[in-house]
């Protein structure tokens, strides 16, 4: 399975380490970890009931540089 995706905190787009995957409602979540920042998100895809794509990440765990 090929994911353009987009890490949150760096930009990487590439290969990312994929930590586990369920279900939220009509969206598949996954859980990546960017392979360059070690930023872990939340990638959900999914089409809903009104047949409108959606994608987004979300941020779960920032492990960059700068705290907040
Ligand atoms: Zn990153």
């Known amino acids: ?3 353009l995706v987009k890490c949150p905190y760096c930009g990487y ?13 009509f ?4 859980r990546f970890e960017c392979q360059k920042c070690h930023g872990v998100f ?13 994608e987004f990440v979300i941020r779960v765990k920032p492990r ?4 907040q």
């Open 42 to 54: 939340n990638y959900y895809r999914g089409v809903s009931p009104t047949g409108k794509k959606s």
């Open 1 to 3: 399975m090929k994911n």
């Open 27 to 30: 969206y598949d979540v996954s």
């Open 64 to 67: 960059v540089k700068s705290k």
């Open 13 to 25: 787009e590439g290969e990312f380490k994929l930590h586990k995957t369920w279900k939220f409602r």
